[in-house]
Structure formats: structure tokens, C-alpha cells
């Protein structure tokens, strides 16, 4: 018996079991197409078709949503998502691909939308019919988020938006956008509102959706173009000038700060995924020659290794003390690093990555004999989209300095 | 075996931690430590053994000392997370007493099979003990031992011995032929000559230790063995007291830089001074995380004991390198004062630093753990 | 004999610096480099070779590929201070063109003896090469090259070749029974077959060729020595174009934090950007500093010079990581793009930062200098 | 025939032969007593009356204040100081005790005092008879060196002193102090003015010097206290209300970034004198036994070791490079980096070596076994009196990022 069941309760106990029964005779079959490192890259329709297969065969299995009301397509139990987490993880099924969905614009939708919004969006959001992206940034908004422009000009019951976001991952395949919006000119953050967006049938007719190139040469994320786009105000989410107040439930739960557990599902190996834990360095480090033996034999890079092995062991013994309140001092002193945590540590093993190939870290997809098939270059290139997007690493230590040492802030 | 979620932190340990810590915050302020240990701040000075005898005999009496003392032999068989969270509220207060030293001896006794077992019942019964191993040129490891023995008699010297001018015994790592023994002697016998070092650290005391054909108990031929078997325990309790050292640095500094003003901010406005210390934050965390998790499987999965322990020293013993640079360098001149007490802390974490192995060495030995394995 | 204070560097080479940045700031804007190298983005992209030889030539014209060869040979035999000028400014560029391969191979050739006299003057003559020397696995000492030689033929195979797609000869180090040799051979001879490599970096080209009992002219049987007595300089004019290309870095990124506002301010004024940046301008200076001792070294202090060069390239190769990594995260979402020009920098960057050894190995050579000798 | 010579003007080479030749005749005895690593941290009178010795002569043979005018003790002679320097440092001669005259008064009195000032006070500074300090910080102006409160009150012709100054190396030695004091509380930077004040003269009558210990255990700096303290208006340097202008002369020669050539001299080696650079490094390691070998073959110490001697390297070699004008994009970019490296250069050293003494670095001064006698935790702690004191490196990476990189003031 698992250690972790000792501490089920009996509702979760039996859950738990359900959960992975179900998933032992329900695993997914090996995808056709390559995956990317991480959902925010998926690229193709085919990616896409698999994932949401299996994410509409997971929430009609019950692993999706559970910790929500029945009423808005959840199951209505208490603190199971957790277990059904857990359980996906270990079984190491594939991810889900309406990430954004999941962990952001349900709670957001939830805590602060209509009940008839509630009903009508969540339930496809937990099934994966529905795709959705966030419209947060702008070129002239980034870390300074509060000075959003996209603006929502009021017309009787309708709002019109015209502006432009970037960097908004998944637009290409998404329904829906959980967007911030500029609803007066006159006051900053209190001139913020908040509204979901329909993407998909709107396109060509009010949105223009475009790719941007990364700087690894794939596309996954794009701008989308706002020209008087006519939404109905029942869109909105809570009270007009709210949006600043409503973006921080978002943020929260993107930082995995907030109270509900995202659906995490994940870990699939197949032959083309590429871990990227300190284990794959090792591996690597074997399999490349250096001064008569392997790089594995270098003291320098051994000890660099163990740095990364240490860093990622020390972030998985920090996500289970945060569960322990006699070793905490301050409840968002972990929970506050996790964003900042995953992101170097993720730039720090493929930059390690790089360091152990040596003159082959200049091979890239495209090269037969590149290690790794080229993933760990591209890798550590997207390492700085972790460490820009979703507030930067420099704003990220700004809020633990500031919400968890009391310090004075930066800005 | 695998590790429960939470450590298995009981609410026996989460208890006793914060008896800990009350008990170090009534009757042992930061001011109490300062006026005993840095009376005399010449460099040159001779060295002292300073530490409150009477405290630490509330200590006893509480029965810390005996935590690791197995049941049979009279102590309290104490998980190893919950001794953890008691050192580290020791580290936090930098309460010079032989509580790690005893605790480590504990762990090697405990560790080499009924020969132990007389030790044991006598740290249950209030001795205190050190742990005399290291050579001359400062090797952890105990096979490096420069003390020889033969025929019960031990001679040599062991180096870098931690609380020696305050501990009744001594367990001696000494080799006697091809064996690696244990031996077990009254700090006060004859023929043992303990000379203090002139140290940096005022909240220890550490000393060589001459042994000249001193009669000893031989505790086990199996030293080795005992060592290999309680170092993650003492590595992990000396990753604690580091913790918890790191954490009054923090604390501290940040106190202080959220009051001192200039250019009319507080000092925890500017970033060069914010992020950093948001990076000792991170660092300590980790290495907290560590500890229990090291501590945890020390208790419940002793296969992977070694790794975490390793892994925990790793991150204590650099992050406490970089807590005390920064905890100086954000206290300004003030700081750099010997009437700041964060020259203490910063004294005590450079000592810790080294003791045990610093981060490199634990990392060595990590990667023949987890790399030549994987080959 | 003693370095100069001022590196030798003359009013001559000032000139030619000055000119060379003239050059290509009026024939050769990075917008330009961005559409000559980066009109495809797919990461799986066919190896293409990218360059403009018609402004290659225009620098043939002035005399700058034969800078390294010998007055002797037809060549100028500028002092190495006065080249490493040069190529800053064409690493400030990221100019795609075969000048410092065709620097490297007439340095090699220039330490090879009257054998090399013909291969000089037809590098003199217009000429350009590349070396061919590094194995499978990335090996830096041309001791391990896996091409042999018999009979003034070559068969193997040489990876990691720099500009193989843009030169007319290749400088090729084989084996030859118990004997290191240096092989001339024309790049489109019988049996020379070069496959470009797929790389992440757009502004280089990179191959393995493949020698297929190919006829090359052996310049020289004592490859070993003419590579030792050439690598300094190798290094040098290497470490030289990460510092122009990290000056680049530098330029930018502080021009766009200027400029860019979030929160009211420009991102300059927020420490977490400031210092780091400040700090890249630092490790900038420590490099061109030493890259320019190091080129004197090779010109006044030949003793010195290897020494000099592995301080100048490990200082280059870690300030190439660290500056490229602070432009992409300082220019934030757009620096993340592919239309931003920083992506192209940061790749060539991280390229070099590999080539000819990267930080750690410099500092394990120049260990055995100063540590090993001291013993 | 040394290359610096080639450069030399007719007049500095005769005077580069004469100085060598002095030198090479008038070598200082070893010193009687251990003499500390650097001159502000002199203790005793012994140390103190040895190195004034040695100033007063070398003043005497022309080498202290070659280029300042004959009217105010120097020799009017033209970029000849640097030859001085040049000839002193390869001959490794004693340090000059009186480093705050040198580096920081005597400039700042030389641009900014009266004549009849400078012809009085210059002469014996130069000769090291009077010993100079330095009066800026004080508990509340550290970094925010213009927030200085220490008042002076108009009384006719003269000026009231109170107030309170810290960190005063030299204070309990020197003759003179300069000073940065508050004329007006009604405006900031406007309100400073600057003064030299009589220390010595004045001491238990309106001056108390109180040594302050440091974290080492040494003292050497103090606080000052001013207690009704009179002086002259004729001891004010420049205009009232100027002294932030005149503090900017001073602490520009205080980075080497002025425009007067400090005079300088040093780098006797004795029995107790103990060097900080990599070389030291290097024969510690080779005397430090680890692991069944010595700390010199352990590969990451061999690796951090040679940073250090490669950061030593590159300033050396910057140091060169600020004096050829086509290598130099900013005139400043490289001065205002001197004392930044040089801090942190020390710090790294003397922080490496005692990673590398190990167990060993826990010994001190008293201990016989101290590898070193112990020198290493003592300079290591020190240097934070370099990262610390005039202007912290935040403080002077502030600067640089402004100043060079055309930043906006982070304050």
C-alpha cells in the first residue's frame, strides 16, 4: 500500500482506486505524430486530435473537474482532482492539451463568472472540445500588465473590442479567450474589466489570428487582432473595473498558488518525447565521448549535474512540505516559487544540456547526427519563454520579495 | 519502503519543534549569546570554551539529548524528522551546547550492535559525547583516521574535533590492524590531552585531541560499517543546523533592509538587494526541503538515505556560504561591526560550512550515486 | 622579452579597426544579415550556406584574408594585435565569410616551415581555407583527428569543419603511421566529400567531409608543433569575435531597455536589469582586455602567449553564454521571437562558446600552467 | 631596456633613472613589527611611526607629489607621479600610511581650497607628517551619502560643529580630517558644504574618536564625534552650499577615475606579510593536503582557482588597455570599474581559499596550526570592508549602468 493512501479519506480512498483501475484499461495508445516538450507547442491538428481524445476519455472517466459542482460539468467531490493527478502522473498518460483552459480561465470562469456562463462554458472547457487561450499581454504590456490598451468601447448591451495581443499561446486552435480589457482610459488598474471572448467563431470577422516564430523556429504562439469586435456584456466577469481584481485569481493559479487544483495529467515517454530532468543529463552525459572517456567522467560537469539533480529533488521535497504546515512559516513562501522554480531549473538543465555536447550543441532538428535528435538546443532556447512569459523571473522575485519578506516595492 | 508525503512529521515532532524554539526564545536571546561567547574580540585571542552549563542541563532534563538514544537503551528512538526540527530551531538560536555531538555519536553507537550498548545507556543517562575522527588534514572519512589501536589502548591525534572542551566522552575512530575500531573514553582519562583551537566561530568549541596509549572500551570492530550507516543522520542534522541558522540570517537582514532607509526607501525597495536575498529565501527553502525529506528517509527508505543526505548537506552547506556573504554585505557598516551580532551567525555558518564535507565533496559522492550507477 | 603597455596596438591597426567597422556598418546592417540567413525559420530545415561572396571579395580586395600570411609569401604579416582589431569587428557583425578559418589555416601554415611556403602564397594570392582536424566526438587536440594519411593520400573523416561551404582549400590534420601531418588540398578535389551539418547557428556554416583516399600535398610531417605554435593566436582572434558579438549583445539590449517602459519607467532603471547588464559589460571588458594582451603576447612575449590565450578565450567563452542568455531575457517577448535580430547572435554565440574548447577546458590547459609548474 | 621606457618623455625618463637609482640606495629596512594587510588598517604607533619613515623619505627623494606645483610641496613636474608609482611597485617597496591624504585630500584640496589652504597643508601630507581621515558616512548617510545630518552653524567667522561620523579609518592617527557637512537642513544636496577640520588638535575638546572593532576582531576605523567643535571659515573648501560638487572630486580620485595620479607605493614582501592574489592561491593549494593528494589536483579547485587568476589577469590587462584610446568606446567605462573589481577580485580570492584550506579554514590568527597564519578568514571577512565602504558595489553598479550605459537612476 502507497504511503500517500494512508492519509485518504475514505471518499478519496475509493476514488483513488476508480481512478486508477479505469486508467489501466483505458492508457492510451502510442500517439501517430511526434509531441511537442509541452502543450503550449502543439502545432498541428493531428497533435491536437490525439490529446483532446484522450482529454474528453479522462473527464468522461471523472478525471477532470472533479473538485467542481456537478451543475457546471464537475463531479462535485472534495479534494480528488489531487488524487486523480496523482494517479495520471504516475501512470505517466499523456498531457492534457487545453492547458490554459484548465488552469486558468476555469477557476477564473468559476469564481467570478454567471451561473448561466458557469453552465454553459466548463463543462466542454473540462472536456477538451473547447481549447482556450488568454489575451493578457500586449507589445506595450508585459511584465506592466495593469497598462493594457485593447479597448471595449460600451454599446447598449454589447461591448466593442479593438486592440492586439501577443504572445497568446493556442489562439490557433481555440474556442474561447479569457481576455483583459481596457473598459476606461482615465484610471489604470480600476479601468481594467475582464471578459471571455469568442475566438474561433469570430475569426475573419472582428479577430485575426496569426502566428508568431519563436526564436527555435517553431510557431505555438501568435497575435491576435481585435477589430471591432462586437461581445455581449454577459461575457463579463464580475463587475466592470474588476479586471485587475479578477486577473489575479488567474494568475494564482497559473503560479499554482490558487485554491483549485489544476487537472494535471502528463509524463508520457514514447520515441520521440524528450525528458528534460537532470536523469536525461546523465544519460547524456554516458552517451558522449570527452578526453578519452565520457563527459559522465568530467568532475566539472558531474558536479554541475548533481547541482541540477539536487535543485530538482529539493523542488519535489518543496511541494511536499508545502503539504505539512508545522515546517511552514509563511503559506505563499513555496507556493509563490513554483513559476519561478520550474523555469530555471528547466533553463538550467538544458543550458547544462548544451555544455555537456560540447562542438555537437551546435546540431540542431534538422541534423541526423545531433544527440538527442537536436531537442536539447531547442530546449534551452525555450527555456527563456518559462522564464519571460507569464511574468518574468525579475518579476517573480519581485512578488516573493515583496508578499512574502514584506518589502518595500520595486515599481 | 517508500516515503510518506508529509515526512512523517507527527504532531509529537511539530511539538517538539516548537518547544525548541520557545525554549531558545525565553531563555537564550541573540544579546545573551553575544555577551557570552564575544566578550573578547581580539583575534589573537586564546581560546575559550563558552557555553551556559546550567541551560543545557534544562536541555537534558527535557530529555534531548537522549532522542537518539534507541528505547532499549533508555533514550527516546526518536524518528530522525522530528530530531531535525529540533536542531534546526538549535541552529536558529546558535546555542553553543553538545547536542549534534551527542546526537551524532548516538547515531554511530546505535549503529554498531550490542558492544554499543553501555555507551548508549550512558547518554541516556546525561553524558555527552563527541565524535573523534578526523586527521590532520581535515578527511571525513573515517578510515583516514590518524588515532591507532591496539590492545584496548588507543594513541594519536584526531583533528577538528566539534564541542570537545564541553562533552564527558569520546568516541574514537581508530584503526588496529587491518580493523577500523570504535572506542569509547572519559573525555578526562588519562593520557587524553585536548588542546582548544584558535577558532574564527565563537559559538563552538573545537579541539585536537592527543590520545597517549589511553585505555579505551573497543564499542566495534565494525566501524565502517557504523559510520556508513549513521552518516546520513549526522549529515542531516548538520544541514538542519544550518537551516535554521540561514533562516535567523534572513529574518534578520530582512528586518533589516525594510528599515534602513537611503535615498529615502528602504533598502528592500532596490533590487540588488531585494532578489538576492529572495535568493537566499529560495536557497534555504531548498535545502530545508531536503533535510526532511533526508530525515524522512533516513526513517522510512534507508536505501536512498545517503542520497538525500548528500543532496541536503549539498544545498545547506552552500547555501550557508551565501546566506552569511549577503547577510554582512546588506547590513552595511553595521555589519561589519563586531558589536552586530551578524557576525556571529556568519562565523558559525563558515565554520558549518566545511564541517561534514562542503557542498563539492557531498556532490562527489552524490554523483557516485547517481551517475557511475547509471552507467 | 616584454609585452608594450599599450599591446603594440599602432596607429595602423587603429586605422584598419576603424575602417573594418566602417565596412560594415555601410555595407552590411544586421537587418541585412537577418534576410540573407534567417528567411527560413523551420527548425528542421535542409543546412544551407548563406553569404554574400560578392562583399567576401570586396574584403579580399583589401587585403584582409591575407593579413596573416608572412611578407615572404605575399602576405602583410600584420602583427597579431592589429588582426584581432579586425575580427571584433567582424564578430560585432556576425559577417558570414570564411575570414578568420582563412586567419587560422595561415597561422598554421605559417608555423609549418617551407613546406607550407606554396599553400601561403596562394592564400596570398586570393586563396581561402579552413581546417579540418576535429573528430567525432568534438576533440579539440589535433592529436586526435581521425583522418589518416599514406603515401600523400588522406582518408577519414573531419567534423566540426567552420565554413567548409565558402572556403577553396582545406588545411587537413591526418595521422600518418607515428607522425601528425598537414594535408593541403583543394575543397572540390576527387574523393572530398563535404556534408553541411544541420546547426541551430544561421550566420556560419559548419560540415563533416568525408576524405576518400583523396591526393593532398603534406605540407608539413610535424602537424603537433605548428598547431602549438599556432593555437594562441587561433584562440585569440576567436576569443576576438565573441567580444565584438557580445559588444553587439551589450549595445542592443541596453538600447532597448532605454527605451522600452513598463510600470512608467524605462526597464534600465530596474536593478534586476541594470546590474546584470553592467555585469555583461564587465565580463566584456575582461575578455577584450585579455584578448588583446593575448595577441601581444603572441606578437612580443611568445612564452606568455598560450597562457595569455586561454585566459582570453575561457574569459570570451563564458562572457558569450552569459551575455546571450541576458539579451533574449531582457528583450522580453519580442527578444523570444524569431523576426527579433537578438536570436541570431544569441545562436552564434552560443556556436562559438563551444569552438576551440570551450570555458572549463581553457581553464583545465591553463591550470597545467600555472598550477602544474608551481609544484 | 623595459617598454614602458619607450613611451617615456625625455623629462620622465630622467626622472624614471634618478627614482630607480634613489630606490635601489634606500630600500626601507624590514620593518620591526607584522604590518597589516593594508595601511587602514594600522593599529600601533610602532607600525604607524615605521611607514610614516618611509613616506617622509620618499617625499623627500621626489616621489610623493611629483606633478602637483612647487608652491604647494610638490615638484611640478608632468605626468611623472605615474613613473614613481611605476618604479616603487617593482621594487616593492612599504605601502604609504597616509592613503586617504594622498588618494582623496590632497586632490580635493588642490581643486577646491584657498592657496594660503593648500601651501599649508599640502607639504606635510605629502610627507605623511599628517596623517589625513576622511569624514563622509555617518549612521544614517551610507550609500545616501547627501542625507549627511553632522550641522554646522554660522558663528561670525566661524562655523559649530555637531554631529556624528563612522567608519573614519585613520581617524585615531590623523592630523586633518575632510570633511562633508550639513550648512543648510532645508534643502539636500544644496545643503552640503566641505571642510578640513583639526582632529588631532582638537581631541576632548569638541572631538571624541571612538575606535569601532570590526568583525575581524581589528580596529583601525572609528566614529568621531563633534561636540560644539569650532573651526574657521577659512578651512572650507569651495563655495557654502557646494560640498556635494566638491565630495564628487574626491570620491572620483578615491575610484581612480580623477584626474591627479595618486601617489602609490607597495608590495613588500616579509616574513609576516601575506598576499591575497591567485599565486597565493596556487601555493596554498599546494600545500593543502585532500584526498590522498593535494587540493592543487582537485579538478573544480584547479578550475575556480583559475578564474580567479584569469578576473586578476583581465584587470591587469584593463588597466593597460584605459590608456589606448582606440580600444575605448567610453572614457569612463573602464576607470569606474576599478574599484568594483578590485573589491570583489579580493573577495572571490579570499573567499576560494578558504574552500580550499577546508576544515582548516575555521582556524584564526591565535592558532598555530592556522595554515597561513590564519590570514585567509581574516581577509575574507575584510573584503566585505571593501564591498561595503565607498559606495557599495550596488552603489557602483548603479554608476556604471548610468553613467557608462545611459540607464536611468535607479533611486
Same mark, same amino acid.
Given at each position: 500500500m502507497a504511503d500517500e493512501q494512508l492519509k485518504d479519506t475514505p471518499e478519496q480512498a475509493e476514488f483513488r482506486q476508480r481512478a486508477r483501475a479505469w486508467i489501466e484499461d483505458n492508457r492510451p495508445a502510442e500517439p501517430p505524430v511526434r509531441l511537442p516538450q509541452t502543450p503550449l507547442e502543439i502545432m498541428t491538428p493531428e497533435q491536437m486530435d490525439y490529446l483532446q481524445a484522450w482529454q474528453k476519455a479522462a473527464y468522461d472517466a471523472g478525471l477532470v473537474g472533479c473538485d467542481y459542482p456537478e451543475a457546471v460539468g464537475g463531479r462535485g467531490m472534495t479534494d480528488c482532482q489531487r488524487i486523480a493527478n496523482e494517479e495520471m502522473m504516475r501512470a505517466r498518460t499523456p498531457y492534457f492539451p487545453n492547458v490554459i483552459g484548465l488552469g486558468m480561465a476555469a477557476p477564473t470562469v468559476f469564481y467570478h463568472g454567471q451561473e448561466a456562463l458557469k453552465e454553459r462554458l466548463l463543462p466542454r472547457l473540462f472536456s477538451g472540445e473547447d481549447i482556450w487561450c488568454q489575451g493578457f499581454s500586449e507589445p506595450g504590456a508585459g511584465s506592466d500588465l495593469a497598462s493594457v490598451q485593447t479597448f471595449a468601447e460600451r454599446k447598449g448591451d454589447k461591448w466593442v473590442i479593438n486592440g492586439h495581443k501577443v504572445w497568446t499561446s493556442l489562439a490557433h486552435f481555440a474556442e474561447w479567450m479569457i481576455i483583459l480589457l481596457r473598459t476606461d482610459k482615465s484610471v489604470k488598474h480600476d479601468g481594467l474589466s475582464y471578459f471571455v471572448v469568442p475566438i474561433r467563431s469570430a475569426l475573419g470577422n472582428g479577430v485575426t489570428v496569426r502566428p508568431l516564430i519563436k526564436m527555435t523556429g517553431e510557431t505555438g504562439f501568435n497575435e491576435v487582432i481585435f477589430e471591432d469586435l462586437e461581445v455581449d &456584456?454577459?461575457?463579463? $466577469? &464580475?463587475? $466592470?473595473?474588476k479586471g485587475w481584481q479578477v486577473a489575479m485569481t488567474t494568475l494564482a493559479h497559473e503560479r499554482g498558488a490558487g485554491e483549485l487544483v489544476t487537472p494535471r495529467s502528463g509524463g508520457m515517454v514514447n520515441k520521440s518525447s524528450h525528458s528534460t530532468s537532470a536523469s536525461a543529463l546523465i544519460k547524456l552525459a554516458h552517451a558522449t565521448a570527452r578526453n578519452g572517456g565520457t563527459a559522465a567522467d568530467d568532475p566539472l560537469l558531474r558536479d554541475r549535474i548533481m547541482q541540477q539533480a539536487i535543485h530538482e529533488a529539493g523542488f519535489a521535497a518543496s511541494q511536499r512540505r508545502s503539504r505539512v504546515p508545522a515546517l511552514l512559516d509563511h503559506p505563499m513562501r513555496l507556493p509563490l516559487q513554483n513559476k519561478l522554480l520550474m523555469s530555471e531549473i528547466s533553463q538550467g538543465t538544458s543550458g547544462l544540456a548544451m555544455d555537456i555536447e560540447g562542438a555537437a550543441s551546435s546540431l540542431y532538428l534538422g541534423d541526423a547526427n545531433a544527440p538527442d535528435g537536436g531537442q536539447w538546443p531547442m530546449a534551452y532556447m525555450n527555456s527563456f519563454g518559462f522564464t519571460i512569459a507569464a511574468g518574468t523571473s525579475e518579476v517573480q522575485r519581485n512578488i516573493l520579495g515583496e508578499r512574502v519578506l514584506g518589502m518595500a516595492k520595486s515599481k | 519502503m517508500t516515503q510518506p508525503d508529509d515526512f512523517g512529521f507527527t504532531e509529537e515532532a511539530a511539538l517538539l519543534k516548537e518547544s525548541a524554539r520557545k525554549f531558545f526564545s525565553e531563555h537564550f536571546s541573540v544579546d545573551k549569546l553575544h555577551t557570552m561567547v564575544a566578550a573578547d574580540p581580539t583575534p589573537e585571542r586564546a581560546p575559550e570554551v563558552n557555553w551556559d552549563a546550567a541551560l543545557w542541563q534544562q536541555m537534558v532534563d527535557l530529555g534531548w539529548s537522549l532522542l537518539a538514544v534507541p528505547e532499549e537503551q533508555g533514550g527516546v528512538g526518536m524518528p530522525l524528522v522530528g530530531v531535525a526540527g529540533l536542531v534546526e530551531e538549535l541552529g536558529r538560536a546558535a546555542f553553543p551546547c553538545p547536542l549534534l555531538s551527542t546526537l551524532s555519536a548516538s547515531y554511530v553507537l546505535a549503529a554498531s550492535g550490542d558492544g554499543a550498548h553501555q555507551a548508549l545507556e550512558e547518554i541516556a543517562a546525561g553524558e555527552t559525547a563527541a565524535l573523534a575522527m578526523v586527521n590532520a588534514s581535515g578527511s571525513w572519512s573515517p578510515a583516514d583516521t590518524s588515532v591507532s589501536a591496539s590492545g584496548g589502548r588507543i594513541s594519536g591525534t584526531a583533528w577538528y574535533v566539534q564541542d570537545a572542551g564541553k562533552v564527558s566522552r569520546l568516541l574514537v575512530c581508530a584503526r588496529a590492524g587491518d580493523k577500523l575500531g570504535l572506542y569509547w573514553v572519559a573525555a578526562d582519562a588519562a593520557g587524553v590531552e585536548i588542546t582548544q583551537d584558535g577558532i574564527v566561530d565563537p559559538t563552538r568549541d573545537q579541539a585536537h585531541i592527543q590520545f597517549s596509549d589511553v585505555e579505551a572500551v573497543c564499542v566495534s570492530e565494525q566501524a565502517g560499517e557504523a559510520f556508513a550507516a549513521a552518516m546520513p543522520a549526522i549529515w542531516t542534522l548538520h544541514a538542519a543546523d544550518m537551516v535554521g541558522a540561514g533562516e535567523w540570517q534572513l529574518q534578520t537582514t530582512v528586518e533589516y533592509v525594510n528599515q534602513r532607509q537611503q535615498f529615502d526607501k528602504p533598502l528592500g525597495f532596490f533590487q540588488a538587494v531585494k532578489h538576492p536575498l529572495v535568493n537566499v529565501m529560495i536557497d534555504i527553502d531548498e535545502a530545508k526541503s531536503l533535510v526532511y525529506a533526508s530525515a524522512c528517509a533516513v526513517d522510512c527508505e534507508p536505501d536512498k538515505a545517503a542520497q538525500y543526505a548528500h543532496m541536503a548537506q549539498a544545498s545547506a552547506s552552500d547555501m550557508a556560504g551565501f546566506a552569511s556573504s549577503r547577510s554582512v554585505q546588506y547590513h552595511g557598516g553595521i555589519g561589519f561591526t563586531w558589536e552586530c551580532y551578524v557576525h556571529l551567525f556568519f562565523k558559525r555558518q563558515k565554520h558549518s560550512q566545511m564541517l561534514w564535507g562542503d557542498g563539492p565533496w557531498h556532490r562527489a559522492r552524490l554523483a557516485e550515486i547517481l551517475i557511475d550507477s547509471a552507467a
Amino acid at each position: 500500500m502507497a504511503d500517500e493512501q494512508l492519509k485518504d479519506t475514505p471518499e478519496q480512498a475509493e476514488f483513488r482506486q476508480r481512478a486508477r483501475a479505469w486508467i489501466e484499461d483505458n492508457r492510451p495508445a502510442e500517439p501517430p505524430v511526434r509531441l511537442p516538450q509541452t502543450p503550449l507547442e502543439i502545432m498541428t491538428p493531428e497533435q491536437m486530435d490525439y490529446l483532446q481524445a484522450w482529454q474528453k476519455a479522462a473527464y468522461d472517466a471523472g478525471l477532470v473537474g472533479c473538485d467542481y459542482p456537478e451543475a457546471v460539468g464537475g463531479r462535485g467531490m472534495t479534494d480528488c482532482q489531487r488524487i486523480a493527478n496523482e494517479e495520471m502522473m504516475r501512470a505517466r498518460t499523456p498531457y492534457f492539451p487545453n492547458v490554459i483552459g484548465l488552469g486558468m480561465a476555469a477557476p477564473t470562469v468559476f469564481y467570478h463568472g454567471q451561473e448561466a456562463l458557469k453552465e454553459r462554458l466548463l463543462p466542454r472547457l473540462f472536456s477538451g472540445e473547447d481549447i482556450w487561450c488568454q489575451g493578457f499581454s500586449e507589445p506595450g504590456a508585459g511584465s506592466d500588465l495593469a497598462s493594457v490598451q485593447t479597448f471595449a468601447e460600451r454599446k447598449g448591451d454589447k461591448w466593442v473590442i479593438n486592440g492586439h495581443k501577443v504572445w497568446t499561446s493556442l489562439a490557433h486552435f481555440a474556442e474561447w479567450m479569457i481576455i483583459l480589457l481596457r473598459t476606461d482610459k482615465s484610471v489604470k488598474h480600476d479601468g481594467l474589466s475582464y471578459f471571455v471572448v469568442p475566438i474561433r467563431s469570430a475569426l475573419g470577422n472582428g479577430v485575426t489570428v496569426r502566428p508568431l516564430i519563436k526564436m527555435t523556429g517553431e510557431t505555438g504562439f501568435n497575435e491576435v487582432i481585435f477589430e471591432d469586435l462586437e461581445v455581449d &456584456d454577459s461575457f463579463r $466577469l &464580475d463587475e $466592470l473595473g474588476k479586471g485587475w481584481q479578477v486577473a489575479m485569481t488567474t494568475l494564482a493559479h497559473e503560479r499554482g498558488a490558487g485554491e483549485l487544483v489544476t487537472p494535471r495529467s502528463g509524463g508520457m515517454v514514447n520515441k520521440s518525447s524528450h525528458s528534460t530532468s537532470a536523469s536525461a543529463l546523465i544519460k547524456l552525459a554516458h552517451a558522449t565521448a570527452r578526453n578519452g572517456g565520457t563527459a559522465a567522467d568530467d568532475p566539472l560537469l558531474r558536479d554541475r549535474i548533481m547541482q541540477q539533480a539536487i535543485h530538482e529533488a529539493g523542488f519535489a521535497a518543496s511541494q511536499r512540505r508545502s503539504r505539512v504546515p508545522a515546517l511552514l512559516d509563511h503559506p505563499m513562501r513555496l507556493p509563490l516559487q513554483n513559476k519561478l522554480l520550474m523555469s530555471e531549473i528547466s533553463q538550467g538543465t538544458s543550458g547544462l544540456a548544451m555544455d555537456i555536447e560540447g562542438a555537437a550543441s551546435s546540431l540542431y532538428l534538422g541534423d541526423a547526427n545531433a544527440p538527442d535528435g537536436g531537442q536539447w538546443p531547442m530546449a534551452y532556447m525555450n527555456s527563456f519563454g518559462f522564464t519571460i512569459a507569464a511574468g518574468t523571473s525579475e518579476v517573480q522575485r519581485n512578488i516573493l520579495g515583496e508578499r512574502v519578506l514584506g518589502m518595500a516595492k520595486s515599481k | 519502503m517508500t516515503q510518506p508525503d508529509d515526512f512523517g512529521f507527527t504532531e509529537e515532532a511539530a511539538l517538539l519543534k516548537e518547544s525548541a524554539r520557545k525554549f531558545f526564545s525565553e531563555h537564550f536571546s541573540v544579546d545573551k549569546l553575544h555577551t557570552m561567547v564575544a566578550a573578547d574580540p581580539t583575534p589573537e585571542r586564546a581560546p575559550e570554551v563558552n557555553w551556559d552549563a546550567a541551560l543545557w542541563q534544562q536541555m537534558v532534563d527535557l530529555g534531548w539529548s537522549l532522542l537518539a538514544v534507541p528505547e532499549e537503551q533508555g533514550g527516546v528512538g526518536m524518528p530522525l524528522v522530528g530530531v531535525a526540527g529540533l536542531v534546526e530551531e538549535l541552529g536558529r538560536a546558535a546555542f553553543p551546547c553538545p547536542l549534534l555531538s551527542t546526537l551524532s555519536a548516538s547515531y554511530v553507537l546505535a549503529a554498531s550492535g550490542d558492544g554499543a550498548h553501555q555507551a548508549l545507556e550512558e547518554i541516556a543517562a546525561g553524558e555527552t559525547a563527541a565524535l573523534a575522527m578526523v586527521n590532520a588534514s581535515g578527511s571525513w572519512s573515517p578510515a583516514d583516521t590518524s588515532v591507532s589501536a591496539s590492545g584496548g589502548r588507543i594513541s594519536g591525534t584526531a583533528w577538528y574535533v566539534q564541542d570537545a572542551g564541553k562533552v564527558s566522552r569520546l568516541l574514537v575512530c581508530a584503526r588496529a590492524g587491518d580493523k577500523l575500531g570504535l572506542y569509547w573514553v572519559a573525555a578526562d582519562a588519562a593520557g587524553v590531552e585536548i588542546t582548544q583551537d584558535g577558532i574564527v566561530d565563537p559559538t563552538r568549541d573545537q579541539a585536537h585531541i592527543q590520545f597517549s596509549d589511553v585505555e579505551a572500551v573497543c564499542v566495534s570492530e565494525q566501524a565502517g560499517e557504523a559510520f556508513a550507516a549513521a552518516m546520513p543522520a549526522i549529515w542531516t542534522l548538520h544541514a538542519a543546523d544550518m537551516v535554521g541558522a540561514g533562516e535567523w540570517q534572513l529574518q534578520t537582514t530582512v528586518e533589516y533592509v525594510n528599515q534602513r532607509q537611503q535615498f529615502d526607501k528602504p533598502l528592500g525597495f532596490f533590487q540588488a538587494v531585494k532578489h538576492p536575498l529572495v535568493n537566499v529565501m529560495i536557497d534555504i527553502d531548498e535545502a530545508k526541503s531536503l533535510v526532511y525529506a533526508s530525515a524522512c528517509a533516513v526513517d522510512c527508505e534507508p536505501d536512498k538515505a545517503a542520497q538525500y543526505a548528500h543532496m541536503a548537506q549539498a544545498s545547506a552547506s552552500d547555501m550557508a556560504g551565501f546566506a552569511s556573504s549577503r547577510s554582512v554585505q546588506y547590513h552595511g557598516g553595521i555589519g561589519f561591526t563586531w558589536e552586530c551580532y551578524v557576525h556571529l551567525f556568519f562565523k558559525r555558518q563558515k565554520h558549518s560550512q566545511m564541517l561534514w564535507g562542503d557542498g563539492p565533496w557531498h556532490r562527489a559522492r552524490l554523483a557516485e550515486i547517481l551517475i557511475d550507477s547509471a552507467a
